[in-house]
């Protein structure tokens, strides 16, 4: 069920979902300035009451939403083999209702890593949504911003052991970003080059690789104790 924060308790929930980020999204998201969070998203509603999200820019008014948002992701969500999906790179965060969509239907041992290009669209989300739901899944990985943006952190989870879980990535756009196809793609480029530069330096297959590496550590003990040279 998707938790919506009354007009006059929108700083309380956006200040209860920082809590529930990530320590690099918290810092991120502490250098933008509210005053031009709104100067670029302004915020309509459907006839459900339903909170619709417009970015403004250069001069241009553009809607990540359509009249009916829940409707919309669900229907979006529904021409997805999400059955046959273990890794989701989604392009877009569709203002929430895709990601609380895909938090009901994709498999519970699914990551979903969600990329959102505009901070500021992220932000006035978290104003609007309790994402409290979303972050205990412990499925969803956010990177926000450009590729200079969030490039570290998200090299520092490749080379751990979630990096596993990039295996055969299925990759998805949500509605609304299509519009902005350009920088979704130069994000794409990005991750990909990151990605096979990681398993080039890792091995044929990092899969394989870290089986490897935990069978050598299991075996440390009796490599040790062999008094003979092999």
Known sequence: MIVTAASHDRIEMFQKNLHFLPHYLQKQLQEIH???????????????????????????????????PQEQAKYWCAHLPLDRMGTLLVYGCGFGYALFELLVKVRKDCKIIVSEQNIYLFTAMLHFFDVEPI????????FIGDVEDFSQDFLKLIATSNMVYFTAPSIVFTPGTRMFRQKYLEIQRHIF??????IGASGNDHSDS???????????GEVLGNPYRS
């Open 34 to 68: 509210l005053q031009e969070v709104w100067e670029r998203i302004d915020i309509v509603y459907s006839k459900d009451g339903n909170p619709i999200c417009v970015c403004k820019e250069n001069g241009k008014r553009r809607y990540i939403n359509s009249k009916n």
């Open 135 to 142: 972050m205990r899944s412990g499925q969803f990985i956010f």
């Open 193 to 198: 080059e990151r990605l096979i530069q990681q």
């Open 210 to 220: 870290l089986v490897g590496f935990h069978n050598m550590i299991a075996n440390v």
